[in-house]
């Protein structure tokens, strides 16, 4: 392992990050629960959205240019259920992406 590289760069970069989020929002938009939130709501933006504020929180500068969550998500109900339910879905698309 390289030490003086970024997690950003050791996990592989934007490639990764985007692999992620498809499989990722693939699984969120099929989803009979969680799809409901985002009907008609194009799918690459918001995976352009998540994959640009993870490089943000991943420490490259300007990557984000969007509504962060607690105020773009503050219009709906988001209970610990949606959430769990966001989680494993995450976590599947982290391990399908490898």
Not at 15 to 24: A, D, G, S, T, Y
């Amino acid at each position: 392992m390289d030490r003086t590289q970024t997690l950003y760069e050791r996990l592989g970069g934007r490639p990764v990050l985007e692999r992620v989020h498809k499989i990722f929002y693939d699984k969120v938009y099929a989803h009979p629960w969680l799809g409901q939130f985002f009907a008609g709501v194009d799918q690459a933006y918001i995976e352009r959205q998540q994959t640009d504020l993870t490089r943000q929180a991943m420490g490259i500068a300007g990557a984000f240019h969007g509504t962060y969550p607690i105020p773009g998500h503050r219009h709906m109900y988001l209970t610990k259920e949606l959430f769990a339910v966001r989680t494993a879905l995450k976590v599947e698309a982290l391990r399908e992406a490898g």
